[in-house]
């Protein structure tokens, strides 16, 4: 049976924001609103350089695990210490028992 740590080490707290889709003036745009905060336990595996265009982006590859909640989707965001991060992939039901997640997330900087 998977068991990723200690309940006590989910401490860092981060905020669930889902993506919103209206129309302004013809343009359709999108905004983020805030659904809640969740705990969990955040690891950061390391960061790669890209070129987009012509432009240098760094991207920086983090994991968080935290209990599973079914509205936890890709391309939600977390905002972890003031720092937006994006869930990238689906996010793991561990073992399919509905207990924990792990999120694959990503934060790109530098203008890509």
Sequence with gaps: MYKPANIREFVTPALHKKAVVYEANG?????????GT??????????????????TAVVTSTTFITW???????????TIGGVDYEIIGEVENVEMRGRYAVLNLEKVSGGA
């Design 38 to 55: 969740i705990r969990g336990k955040y690891k950061q595996k390391g960061s790669t350089e890209k070129l987009a265009n012509g432009v």
């Design 68 to 78: 599973f909640k079914s509205d936890l989707k890709a391309s939600d965001i977390l």
């Design 27 to 35: 343009r359709i745009k999108k905004k983020y609103e805030v659904v």
